[in-house]
């Protein structure tokens, strides 16, 4: 079975800080990890993906998320923090048995203060 | 592309009444997923289709609940009959397999109120 944990409701950051939004998963075999951005009223935007190679991976916006293998975990990290980031982040995993399905985290909200 | 389509953006119904909401993958695709969220839940993942086949349906609530795929550029949801406790964002996503990008491309939801 397929899970994903977002141990964090909301995160609140001052503009310019960094920023890192927590996510742990439970996969069998090898995970395909990905970070999803939703916007008030819109469907959820792909961030980026973890499919293979090296650990830390950038995305779209300034984001980047490491893979953390032996910590079954895919944090989410931006060096700089904007007001437009305040946003409901979405980790999600897919693949092991049933490698079609994709299921997400609870979701975070991040808040980004002038 | 144009991306992912769903329709009605909106619906507003009377419990009881018969709920249809469509989708409209984008072109290429194998995959067809649809969500319900709610602050409650969450993001549900509902079923999800395979080359127009449905393969694991384990989160429609019940028997109120159906879904179709007749081809590969249209899905529907179909809620009969509907109840205030449905009252949700339904949201269509598609996806090219995990051999591909495997990242999933969403719609804009249907946002469905039962009274």
């Known amino acids: 079975a397929q899970s994903v944990a977002q141990p964090e409701d909301q995160v609140n950051v001052a503009e310019g800080n960094p920023l890192t939004v927590k996510c742990t998963y439970s996969?069998?075999?090898?995970?395909?990890l990905f970070w999803y951005v939703q916007y008030p009223n819109r469907g959820l935007q792909f961030l980026l993906k973890?499919?293979?190679?090296?650990?830390l991976v950038k995305g779209s916006y300034g984001f980047e998320a490491e893979f953390n293998k032996s910590q079954t975990s895919f944090h989410l990290k931006k060096p700089s923090a904007l007001v437009s980031d305040s946003a409901l982040y979405f980790c999600a995993v897919r693949g092991g048995t049933n490698a079609g399905k994709s299921t997400f985290g609870d979701g975070t909200t991040l808040t980004v203060k002038p | 592309d144009a991306g992912v389509i769903q329709s009605p953006r909106h619906e507003v119904t009377e419990m009881g009444q018969e709920v249809t909401l469509r989708c409209k993958p984008i072109?290429?695709?194998?995959?067809l997923f649809w969500y319900r969220q709610t602050m409650m839940r969450g993001l549900e993942l509902l079923i999800y289709f395979n080359n127009n086949v449905p393969i694991d349906d384990s989160g429609m609530p019940e028997d109120r609940f159906s879904a179709k795929m007749p081809n590969a550029s249209f899905s529907t949801l179909k809620i009969q009959p509907s109840e205030p406790r449905d009252s949700a964002v339904y949201f269509c996503?598609?996806?090219?397999?995990?051999?591909?990008?495997?990242?999933?491309?969403f719609g804009e939801g249907s946002r469905l109120t039962v009274l």
């Open positions: 996969v069998s075999g090898n995970p395909y």
């Open positions: 996503a598609s996806s090219r397999g995990l051999g591909h990008t495997g990242e999933l491309f």
């Open positions: 973890y499919i293979t190679g090296d650990n």
């Open positions: 072109s290429g695709h194998d995959y």
